[in-house]
Nanobody, 123 residues
């Protein structure tokens, strides 16, 4: 079965850390990324990583605080989130493409999506 399965998330105080993980099943992941969506907001890009891992892209709002990584042997990716802020509160979705993509920040470029996991940062 083709799917992305997320784990991690939860409730943390401002300044804390969380780690999200995402495993791909049924296909070999190419580009992998994370998006988030807060209530009443559109889904926004957070971070992405190329198939080989040599290219990483971050939203300005998370640069220097979040780190995306992947393990191609396990077909997984992770998002380490440090120095969390209340404005980081959202449902986080992992995404993946099955082939090369040129624009990492556009949701429509990704063909596979996880179920979403809630991240709540209290002040």
């Amino acid at each position: 079965q083709v799917q992305l399965v997320e784990s991690g998330g939860g409730l943390v105080q401002a300044g804390g850390s969380l780690r999200l993980s995402c495993a791909a099943f049924g296909f070999r992941a190419s580009a992998m990324g994370w998006f988030r969506q807060a209530p009443g907001e559109e889904r926004e890009f957070v971070a992405a990583i190329s198939r080989g891992g040599s290219t990483t892209v971050y939203a300005d709002s998370v640069k220097g605080r979040f780190t995306i990584s992947r393990d191609n042997a396990k077909n997984t990716q992770a998002l380490q989130m440090n120095s969390l802020k209340p404005e980081d509160t959202a449902v986080y979705y992992c995404a993946s493409s099955g082939s090369y993509i040129s624009d990492y920040v556009v949701p429509s470029a990704y063909g596979y999506w996880g179920q979403g996991t809630q991240v709540t940062v209290s002040s």
